[in-house]
């Protein structure tokens, strides 16, 4: 199926015919189709080996990210077998996200109901202090908290962290475990990012000795800490990527997080100058129409830029985001095509080809797009239209997640415990994966302006101040100095509509 404009579903505002269009797109495969297995009544064992030779089967990225299955079977088997001996839940699910961490990609996924008191167990400790590292290799301290044993040890915002647990503090990041993250990184700064934040988190009652660099030519100072429930305060603090506080740490997932951050799917407001800002937490059919009536809003008030907020941003339907670009762009662009496995054949099947039309009314002035480890999956559509056709900025600390694949419901384990991941690929023009982070880590989309970590921007940020939007603001700015005639909808007559493209939307995430 071809679908050469990807906003004709939505501005026709047909839920149900659009419905019927995804389903069609998957006719050439349906006779194959059939539901992920049920094993919540085998052995946890018996499940465990089942889900892997399921996953080696139908996951779309095993040589693309270097997945090597019979490694993992062999890592993990013991473990969920010694957890079944001792009937210890928590040991269970706890191997069960450490196998799932294990590949990199943010669509792989483990979710139950109950994490059996797993997570508090392993990092319900704060130390107190939470560390970032800057663009310079130096990793600080950028946050204290008040009455703390860090505090009372003297520590402060911008000391250098050189070590921690005597390991130098390079090493000790990299050991740190990010099972617990809510939204699972897929690239390598993604990965980085997270470890940082999880260096400070421990069991409750866990010392840790911290060495802090002392004045140039003196020997750093050892302190020494205790982990103490904090209710998981250091990640709340640290969650400035996200340009808002949100203690992620007590999310179990990304739809727990979002519940957090805002209870609506897309909200706008006026910035200082008139720029209009929009936020899309999420990419489902009925968010079109408020985004649409947001960008609209902004041509009519003439508007002398815009500010795209994805940084929590979890996907859905891919088509929306191809659609959204389509109010940005002026040439059409390649979106995608789309494949998923065929179980007939064994192999994956090219359904579907997409493309995005400049809208005739469209926005021609400035836009920004703000974007994080946190926009995932179809959020990471509209930034890849932006880099590929380079239109307006992608602005941020960090890259996407990296994470662009074909969401599937995995089997369902004992207790409860659900499994997702990608069946299927976005390919570009050529054929070749696009956006999926590969066996190096390296994937997303990058920002086109990258704003600086460093001590000042850092300083910024944890008081307060939301950074990459300044920077956004800023460069929107810039653009405007440059080029003086204001901005207006696009005469009409540049966009030819013509056909739909659709895919099946399924249990979070990506469609």
Avoid at 381 to 398: C, D, Q, R
Avoid at 450 to 457: F, S
């Amino acid at each position: 199926m071809v679908w050469e404009d990807a906003c004709i579903p939505f501005e026709r505002n047909n839920e149900t015919a659009y419905n019927e269009e995804l389903f069609a797109s998957f006719a050439p495969i349906a006779a194959n189709l059939t539901e992920a297995p049920d094993l919540s009544n085998m052995s946890w064992s018996d499940a465990f080996r089942e889900t892997c030779a399921y996953m080696e089967e139908r996951y779309a990225f095993t040589e693309w990210r270097g997945v090597d299955w019979d490694s993992l079977y062999a890592t993990y088997a013991p473990k969920i077998a010694d957890a079944e001996k001792n009937g210890d839940r928590a040991a269970y699910y706890r191997t069960l996200r450490e196998f799932s961490g294990a590949i990199p990609d943010g669509h792989v996924m483990v979710l139950a109901p109950d994490d059996f008191g797993a997570k508090y167990a392993d990092i319900g400790g704060g130390y107190g202090l939470a560390v970032a590292r800057l663009d310079s290799g130096k990793v600080i301290v950028i946050y204290v908290a008040e009455g703390s044993e860090a505090e009372r040890a003297g520590v402060r915002f911008g000391d250098e962290v050189v070590s921690w647990n005597g390991r130098p503090i390079g090493e000790a990041i990299d050991a740190a475990s990010i099972i617990w993250a809510p939204v699972k990184p897929s690239t390598g700064e993604g990965i980085l990012l997270q470890k940082q934040r999880f260096l400070t988190r421990a069991p409750v009652g866990t010392p840790a000795k911290v060495g802090i660099a002392g004045p140039e030519g003196s020997a750093p100072r050892t302190i020494n800490l205790t982990a103490a429930d904090d209710g998981y305060e250091t990640l709340a603090r640290t969650s400035i990527f996200l340009g808002r506080e949100a203690n992620d740490g007590k999310a179990g997932s990304s739809a727990e997080l979002k519940g957090m951050i805002s209870n609506d799917t897309v909200t706008s407001r006026t910035l200082p100058g008139g720029i209009a800002y929009i936020a899309v937490y999420e990419e489902f059919y009925d968010v079109y129409q408020p985004f649409r009536a947001a960008v609209k809003d902004a041509i009519a008030s003439g508007a002398p830029g815009i500010v795209v907020d994805l940084r929590f941003n979890r996907g859905g339907d891919d088509n929306l985001a191809a659609a959204y670009a389509g109010w940005f762009v002026d040439r059409p662009v390649f979106y995608e095509y789309g494949t998923t496995y065929d179980p007939g054949t064994g192999e994956p099947a090219v359904l579907w080809e997409s493309w995005t039309q400049p809208r005739p009314d469209r926005y021609t002035g400035p836009v920004a797009l703000l974007v994080s480890p946190y926009t995932i999956s179809s959020g990471e559509g509209l930034p890849k239209v932006f880099a590929e056709s380079g239109t307006g900025a992608i602005v941020s600390w960090y890259g996407t997640n990296g994470a662009f694949g074909m969401e599937s419901m995995g089997p369902l384990l004992p207790l409860g415990i659900l499994t997702a991941f990608p069946t299927g690929a976005s390919l570009d023009e050529s054929g070749s994966i696009q956006v999926d982070s590969n066996a190096s880590m390296v994937g997303g989309v990058a920002p086109t302006v990258r704003v600086p970590l460093d001590t000042e921007t850092l300083a910024r940020a944890m008081a307060g101040e939301d950074v990459q939007l300044a920077y956004a603001v800023e460069w929107i700015g810039g653009q405007n100095r440059e080029s003086s005639p204001a901005p207006t909808a696009a005469a009409p007559g540049w966009a030819a509509v013509l056909a739909a493209f659709a895919v099946i939307a399924v249990w979070y995430g990506r469609r």
